[in-house]
């Protein structure tokens, strides 16, 4: 390789790198809608706290963060949320999702969800409250869980073809922060009753007493793309409730893929 092709390709790895440094930034902040410290932020991207502190201190110069001068918490900024409005002319989904988690809030008393996949992770888009006056507060609008954690993440993951999940559950470590419950055999025994029922079920797993269920939504490829949750307390998804809950998820999720995938 000539120096110059060589030279070229080093400078192409380093911006990728930069990219990604940031992507990791934006995307850990996004899941903490109440703000962060650098520290925080640091130690959920693996990054060093110097190296991140530089880059957010770039990135709200350009506005893509900003900065609680009391607090020193960092926040998305408002050049995102004007990018974002732009890009959802093409990509939200919410619109069509909101009659569905209203639906199933409305139905059940329980807390109602819809989130994304992304990558190998779900992103919360949507919650709507019952009236059941107990909450869990293990789902949030931003929130983010890789594929196999909480109920949307065990439905996302089950749906895709045997050799996707063989390859994700193969390179990913999930039982450092998630438990030996997180482990691949553990998740695979999950994998095989939610398609046998053809929801998901998350039995207090991340949060113990916290229990949620989910069903998936699919893009026109028939690939799972979205998923809509049921989430509460342990006594409100007895075994003898579960099959009803399940049903109206199902069907909650069949008429948001057909409206998402109109022929």
Excluded at 30 to 37: E, L, P, V, Y
Excluded at 71 to 98: C, H, I, K, M, N
Excluded at 237 to 250: M, N, S
Aim: aromatic fraction near 8%.
């Amino acid at each position: 390789m000539s120096r110059s092709l060589s030279g070229r390709y080093c400078r192409v790895v380093a911006d990728n790198h930069l990219v990604g440094k940031i992507g990791a930034l934006l995307r850990a902040l996004s899941a903490r809608n109440t703000g962060a410290a650098t520290t925080d932020l640091a130690r959920d991207t693996g990054l060093p706290r110097p190296t991140a502190h530089r880059l957010l201190t770039s990135l709200a110069e350009e506005g893509f963060v900003d900065r609680d001068q009391q607090t020193g918490s960092w926040f998305l900024g408002p050049e995102l949320y004007l990018l974002g409005q732009t890009a959802g002319t093409r990509y939200d989904v919410t619109r069509q999702a909101r009659d569905s988690v209203h639906r199933l809030a409305a139905k059940t008393g329980e807390s109602a969800f819809f989130s994304a996949l992304r990558g190998e992770e779900t992103v919360c888009l949507v919650r709507e409250d019952g009236d059941f006056p107990i909450r869990s507060f293990v789902l949030y609008e931003g929130a983010r869980f890789p594929l196999g954690v909480v109920s949307a993440g065990l439905v996302l993951l089950a749906f895709q073809d045997d050799a996707t999940i063989d390859a994700y559950l193969a390179r990913t470590d999930l039982t450092t922060r998630w438990g030996p419950e997180h482990a691949p055999e553990a998740i695979r025994d999950r994998i095989a009753r939610t398609r046998q029922t053809g929801y998901a079920l998350n039995p207090g797993l991340v949060v113990e007493g916290s229990w949620g269920m989910a069903a998936a939504v699919f893009d026109p490829q028939g690939q799972p793309a979205w998923a809509l949750t049921l989430t509460g307390i342990e006594s409100r998804f007895k075994p003898t409730r579960q099959p009803d809950l399940g049903t109206l998820l199902l069907h909650e999720a069949h008429t948001l893929t057909r409206t998402l995938n109109p022929r």
